[in-house]
């Protein structure tokens, strides 16, 4: 799966957990959407690993801080899932 796949999809996950339209980018950083909250964050996360079949670890999230980043690592995550 591509970047750009990876990347609306992810703001397809964060628009409907924030019950928004707003306009996102992938350059937008999480803390600056309107609406955004932990509780919000770990609904993304959990919606990312389920829909992409990945774990992400609590180390690698605390470095994430756009919704790039967030696409950077599901990329790196998908690429180690083994595919048999």
């Known amino acids: ?5 990876i990347s ?4 397809r996950i964060v628009l409907q957990c924030l019950q928004n339209t707003v306009e996102l ?3 937008d950083r999480l ?4 609406g955004w909250s932990s509780i919000i964050y770990v609904m ?3 919606e ?6 990945i774990e992400l670890s609590s180390d ?3 470095d994430v801080e756009t919704i790039g980043d967030l696409v950077d690592l599901i990329g790196k995550n ?4 083994c595919k048999y």
Do not use: C, K, N, Y
């Open 1 to 5: 799966m591509d970047r750009e796949v």
């Open 8 to 11: 609306i999809e992810v703001i």
């Open 25 to 27: 980018g992938i350059r």
């Open 31 to 34: 803390t600056d959407i309107p």
């Open 44 to 46: 993304v996360i959990a």
């Open 48 to 53: 990312i690993e389920g829909r992409f079949q």
């Open 60 to 62: 690698d999230l605390f």
């Open 78 to 81: 998908m690429s180690h899932v």
